[in-house]
């Protein structure tokens, strides 16, 4: 329409020219995507890169990986979320390396140079040493791909488990450890154990779905270690309450095709879940700068590489403190980081000194399951029904988007009264079903029942 291109020939206009100042994100996770935000308006033209398209908000990943949300009702796409902002522009690609010296991305397909770099690339799974042995047999949660594969394996054991005679083997399809009892772990652990009371109680004819274990592993003394003890006390009632095995002081030393092993007893568990640590994105250790023990960066207190102010670290990637704490690794601190970074490449270009990050702590929120949560909002410590409301509350706020915002919510509407989960979906292709089958002894399904005759 003509309202549309007099609105497209404004944003062109205000569009800055190539000799501006240029600002690249790498990352469009919550520091990314807050830093670009937070640069509207500025004179730079603001790349921001990623291998996705999509801004995905990982907090409501585990619904995903339990069946009660697809992927496309906690992500939108970048260039969807960035499209009035004329400054802006999004590349995807995958960035190899970081190059300071020179100023510039080294893409897989190309280089990128920058005047200013916002580095915000995220954190991946950590297994401790043991990567190559355990990734592939214990899923982290990271991605949406993360989330799609361990909901497929969660509800085949369910499927191959109608079809087992062995007590004994459908005993180890039935019983799902997670291992890690951080927000990930306590939320993986508390869904699963409703699919599988609620959800599932009525769908199978050959066992009862609620003879599933499930077992969450946590190597410190008590779950979620970075909350107050009283919290942590009552997530772990909750967590007993709907029937999860909780263990702490328990640390995993082996895992295999076939189950678990802790402290030299062994648990047979045929779906394993990882939710214990994180290692930070490759490209930190391309900067040259001081790394801690997980991989991030040590910055300066603006949050800056030493020796490269042009060059600043958000989000899961950057180990910095405040106020003589460190900052935690979760969306609010990776926000104001984002936002805090982009301020500074403002007040670079006036001249002007860079401040100081300072994290302001408004608290944190873990839900179990149903109408069950820990929250501590400042000096306030709460648990059950009124915290997993204020959860609910706060991550309707965050959900990027109106359409997102609604259908979650119309979602979570129907779940709670009904106690269905609408994205039970197996999305394995027939060939990787062919090859799963090819890979297990072949299911005698003679003691199946035969279908009744037709009513003459």
Do not use: C, M
């Not at 109106?402 to 292709?429: C, E, H, P």
């Amino acid at each position: 329409t003509a309202l549309a291109r007099r609105a497209e020939r404004r944003r062109v206009a205000a569009r800055p020219g190539d000799a501006a100042p240029r600002v690249v994100i790498v990352g469009g996770g919550f520091a990314g995507l807050q830093a670009a935000r937070a640069l509207a308006g500025a004179p730079v033209r603001v790349l921001l890169v990623d291998r996705r398209n999509h801004h995905l908000f990982q907090p409501l990943l585990y619904q995903v990986a339990t069946a009660a949300l697809n992927p496309a009702d906690i992500s939108a796409p970048i260039r969807h979320v960035l499209r009035h902002q004329a400054n802006a522009e999004v590349v995807l690609g995958e960035v190899l390396a970081v190059e300071p010296d020179a100023r510039r991305l080294r893409l897989a397909d190309g280089a990128l140079p920058y005047d200013f770099l916002v580095l915000a690339a995220g954190a991946t799974h950590s297994y401790f040493g043991h990567d190559d042995d355990w990734a592939p047999l214990a899923p982290g949660l990271k991605t949406v791909e993360d989330a799609l594969e361990i909901r497929r394996r969660i509800l085949l054991a369910f499927e191959r488990a109608e079809r087992e005679r062995d007590p004994v083997a459908r005993g180890a399809l039935l019983t799902f450890v997670v291992v890690g009892a951080g927000p990930t772990g306590v939320e993986l652990a508390g869904a699963i154990a409703e699919i599988a009371r609620h959800t599932l109680a009525a769908d199978f004819r050959h066992f009862d779905p609620e003879s599933a274990r499930v077992i969450l592993l946590e190597g410190l003394p008590a779950v979620l270690p970075t909350y107050p003890p009283r919290l942590q006390a009552a997530a772990r009632r909750q967590l007993e309450r709907i029937g999860v095995e909780v263990r702490t002081g328990a640390r995993v030393t082996g895992i295999d095709a076939s189950g678990v092993t802790v402290a030299g007893q062994r648990l047979p568990a045929r779906t394993v879940l990882w939710g214990a640590g994180v290692a930070a994105s490759p490209l930190a250790r391309t900067l040259g700068a001081p790394l801690d023990r997980a991989g991030r960066v040590k910055v300066l207190p603006d949050l800056t590489v030493p020796g490269h102010p042009e060059i600043a670290v958000a989000g899961d990637l950057a180990a910095v403190a405040s106020d003589g704490a460190p900052v935690p690794g979760v969306a609010p601190a990776a926000i104001q980081e984002g936002r805090h970074a982009a301020r500074n490449v403002l007040r670079a270009l006036a001249g002007r000194r860079p401040l100081p990050f300072r994290y302001r702590d408004k608290g944190s929120l873990a839900t179990i399951g149903r109408a069950a949560a820990v929250a501590r909002i400042g000096r306030l410590q709460f648990a059950g029904f009124p915290a997993w409301l204020a959860w609910l509350l706060v991550h309707i706020f965050f959900l990027i988007g109106f359409r997102n915002r609604v259908a979650v919510l119309a979602q979570w509407a129907w779940s709670y009264a009904t106690f269905k989960r609408g994205a039970r979906l197996i999305t394995d292709t027939a060939e990787q079903w062919r090859a799963i089958a090819g890979r297990r002894a072949p299911v005698d399904v003679g003691h199946l029942p035969a279908e009744p005759p037709p009513t003459p």
